[in-house]
């Protein structure tokens, strides 16, 4: 044990376990009798690098896996990876300069797969590094036939429920990614525009409208104005003409329409926005759909047919500017819809797609019998639920993801979808093994279309818990960890979709965590050069410190901020944990002895800790379990159990050794597994030294049911207090006194205190007979000075020759009278201080109160 470095080596001790580890101890048991407590942790996108905030969200799982699977949980902590979907096809085509459109589906297919592999093993390789517990028995690939079965499957099922349908509607369009998206993956910003006022002719005169986007004249279907705004009355229920374009449109009122914003009258296109689309279905108007999927000008735009849409804009405000039409331009600040991911403006087609019908008073029920923490994160839920207009567009003009399993009847048109026990299948590639159910046709065309990919991730609860696999499968799961970004998505989604398919909520729990900010309080993102890399930190303090970070950070739903002097401060508490154990490993046993009361307290302490950490880790507060481990270790067991007992550990061995030398072994033991969820590796270095076992294999500590022991504690707080008096009068720590002695009715034992004062000490009960006894005057020049001007010096004489118990006396009553050569003067009580002594048996003595003890110390 001898050989126990005195610099902690995390590097080595860190690389040792990571290869070291059995990592099948951390598999679900699927037979097991044990309650199961399965997390459905997020599969990330498997693109770029694992970062900080994924290690943060990935520690906060492992301190939950680990606790659990202490606590005799039967624990599945899975690994998914959600790889379909347009960052890896954006990042495919920027690699390979090339768009969707220009190389076979498949080989671009590939392409994607290929990236992804090469992404996904080097997130396991961070993964792996930074300690998690994770069961890679249960690991999912969303591109993996295995997988994405399933998503065809609840595909079909929820078509054969009547939750899936295909039709004409308008979608959220990106011209850029040529694909329709859904209403949650589009981000609004602020773009300031143009604002242009033209002059609409009718039989009576005519209309002035202000529009941002003369580009949508030739999509206008309609104008409206107030109903309650005078000016234009007489034109409703008339016709105006739509400028350049010449057509006739009728004027409406309803009573959405803004009389203060422009002129107070609207044109009507489709589309604008969200609110066009609510017009168009109202006022049942005809479609005029002025672009296309490119973003190009259709020949509803006659002469303007194919320019992009910037370039119409242009073409058609200077043709309008020419013919003053446009007769006013100003500034717009406007909130624009753009795509998630490549941030172009969106458009609203109207287009035929695959949607599932939203059930917003369902969803919010199904949250209700969830448990959110914190709680106020359900309200985001709620008003998403509330604020969706339209069902979830699935369908996606993408090629990686997870293909539509249906086909179109050449003849007849008829839709069909494929049987379940077809799949997994894509139609692009295998025809029907059946004729067409309408007309007996074998020629049909595949569906191309592809599905969301939150399409595939909102199964991902149903998917680990063994559904389609298994009879039994395990819905609901226990917990789902994930970010407050994704409620509106992935929590919105899972929870309409296990509703859908097996009609109960998705998991007991869900716990909604912040996101790491870069040291500037920014989201971490490379763009601001506030991106650190986890790997970054493993090779300056190592995993344990990092995942210290994330521990002290963790109050659910907050964000948290990277620094690195918090890391920094990590690694210096790991350095003590190390030399608590590098001391205490030659000199801690595991032996049966009666403890002390000073080892009594000790053990009281660390129940205290126990029970402290047990009731945060069950309320998910990682930093306030952590915070009290670390108190315990570095205060309570460093600082001063460890300075009690030094004397007993060094000293001969008997009974009083032994006790020692047993809680020490208990407190080290007892410290390496509480700390074991969150500090894996040095807490498995120590236990393992300890006991031949892994740390890991253990259960979480149970109390040992001592009640916090007031005689030890006493002892804690007199040995304190000689340490202090030492120090304010200069002396020593090891400097030998007289002799003390401590009067306490809790009668205190006394060879730890012997071994801290290095001095002998003893024990009396009731309080000891002392006298206090006034041994000399001090006049105070300050308050004299002022009273007795020049003859100050005479008082101050007078005083000093003065009997101090005389002095003492007189200063009680008010003021002491003085005499000098010719006359008595009276001195105010507060010009003079008498000094005293204590007294105990005729000798001088120093008391020191400390709570109910009175410590009598000779010099
Ligand atoms: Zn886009
Ligand atoms: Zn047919």
Redesign the pocket.
């Known amino acids: 044990m001898s050989e126990v470095s005195k610099e902690y080596n995390f590097s080595q001790v860190e690389e040792k376990w990571v290869n070291a580890w059995d990592n099948s101890i951390y598999y679900f048991d699927w037979e097991s009798n044990r309650p199961q407590y399965i997390i459905d942790t997020p599969p990330p996108y498997p693109t770029g690098d694992f970062h900080i905030g994924n290690a943060l969200n990935w520690c906060y799982m492992d301190f939950v896996a680990r606790y659990k699977r202490m606590q005799g949980f039967n624990v599945m902590f899975p690994q998914g990876w959600d790889c379909h979907g347009l960052p890896t096809e954006v990042k495919v085509e920027e690699i390979n300069h090339i768009t969707k459109n220009e190389i076979p589906r498949e080989e671009f297919r590939r392409l994607c797969e290929k990236l992804t592999e090469e992404a996904i093993a080097r997130f396991r390789k961070s993964m792996t590094r930074l300690g998690l517990s994770i069961d890679w028995s249960n690991e999912y690939i969303t591109m993996s036939p295995q997988y994405y079965v399933k998503t065809q499957r609840s595909f079909v099922q929820m078509y054969h429920k009547g939750l899936i349908y295909r039709e004409d509607h308008p979608v959220n369009w990106c011209p850029r990614c040529t694909t329709a998206i859904a209403f949650a993956e589009v981000e609004y910003d602020q773009r300031t525009t143009t604002l242009n006022y033209m002059r609409f002719p009718a039989k009576i005169g005519h209309l002035e409208i202000a529009t941002s986007r003369p580009e949508l004249l030739p999509a206008c279907v309609a104008v409206a104005i107030n109903p309650a705004d005078d000016r234009y009355k007489d034109y409703v229920g008339k016709e105006v003409a739509v400028p350049i374009f010449n057509y006739k449109v009728p004027v409406l009122s309803d009573p959405a329409v803004d009389a203060s914003f422009g002129t107070g009258v609207v044109m009507i296109c489709t589309f604008g926005d969200r609110q066009d689309v609510r017009w168009w279905v109202e006022h049942d108007l005809p479609l005029r759909q002025a672009i296309d999927r490119n973003g190009r000008m259709t020949d509803t735009a006659q002469a303007y047919q194919n320019l992009s849409v910037k370039e119409a804009k242009e073409a058609i405000i200077n043709d309008m500017l020419d013919r003053e039409i446009i007769f006013k331009q100003e500034p717009l600040e406007q909130n624009v819809g753009l795509c998630w991911r490549c941030k172009t403006p969106i458009e609203i087609l109207s287009e035929r797609q695959w949607f599932v019908k939203i059930n917003p008073e369902e969803i919010k029920k199904t949250s209700e019998k969830i448990q959110w923490i914190p709680p106020h994160m359900e309200t985001r839920l709620k008003n998403w639920a509330d604020s969706v207009e339209w069902d979830w567009c699935i369908s996606r003009q993408r090629i990686f993801a997870t293909p539509i399993p249906v086909w179109y ?1 050449r ?4 839709v069909l979808v494929a049987e379940e026990e077809w799949l997994p299948l894509d139609p692009n590639r295998t025809k029907p093994p059946v004729k ?1 159910r ?4 074998d020629d049909f065309l595949p569906e191309e279309d592809v599905l969301d990919t939150w399409m595939d991730s909102s199964i991902s609860a149903l998917a680990v818990s063994g559904w389609l696999d298994r009879q039994d499968y395990r819905m609901p799961t226990q917990l789902r960890p994930q970010g407050h970004d994704i409620i509106r998505t992935w929590a919105f989604y899972t929870i309409l979709r296990t509703k859908a398919l097996v009609d109960i909520r998705p998991w007991d729990t869900i716990l909604v965590n912040g996101m790491a900010l870069g040291e500037d309080g920014h989201k971490m993102s490379k763009s601001l050069n506030n991106f650190i890399r986890p790997e970054e930190v493993f090779e300056v303090n190592g995993a344990d410190a990092l995942r210290q970070w994330a521990a002290l950070g963790g109050t659910p739903g907050n964000d948290i901020m990277f620094q690195w002097k918090e890391i920094t401060a990590a690694s210096r508490f790991l350095q003590k944990l190390w030399s608590i154990y590098r001391f205490s490993s030659p000199l801690m046993a595991k032996t049966e002895a009666v403890p002390s009361q000073v080892d009594r307290w000790l053990q009281g302490e660390l129940d205290q800790v126990i029970k402290t950490a047990t009731e945060a880790m069950d309320s998910y507060k990682f930093d306030e379990a952590f915070r009290a481990i670390r108190v315990f270790t570095w205060e309570v067991l460093a600082d001063n159990y460890i300075e009690l007992v030094k004397a007993r550990l060094y000293g001969p061995d008997g009974p009083e050794k032994r006790a020692a030398q047993d809680t020490l072994y208990k407190a080290i033991e007892t410290l390496s597994r509480l700390m074991s969820p969150f500090i894996p590796f040095i807490s498995e270095e120590i236990y393992y030294s300890l006991t031949g076992q892994s740390v890991h294999s253990q259960g979480w500590p149970k109390g040992m049911g001592m009640e916090p022991d007031l005689a030890g504690l006493q002892i804690k707080d007199i040995a304190a207090a000689i340490r202090r008096y030492k120090s304010e009068k200069g002396l020593a720590l090891n400097c030998q006194l007289a002799g003390i002695s401590v009067y306490s009715d809790l009668g205190l034992e006394t060879t730890d205190l012997q071994g801290v004062a290095n001095s002998p000490v003893e024990s009396k009960t009731g309080k000891p007979d002392i006298e206090m006894r006034a041994t000399g005057v001090k006049p105070l020049m300050k308050v004299l000075g002022p009273i007795f001007k020049d003859k100050s010096g005479r008082v101050i004489k007078a005083l000093s020759d003065m009997d101090p118990s005389q002095v003492a006396l007189m200063k009680a009553s008010g003021s002491v009278r003085v005499v000098l050569e010719s006359e008595a003067v009276d001195v105010p009580a507060q010009a003079v201080d008498v000094v005293t002594q204590t007294m105990f048996s005729g000798q001088a003595v120093d008391l020191l109160n400390v709570g109910e003890s009175m410590v009598l110390i000779k010099r």
Do not use: D, P, W
């Open positions: 009847c003849s007849c048109g008829e067409c309408n007309c007996g046709s």
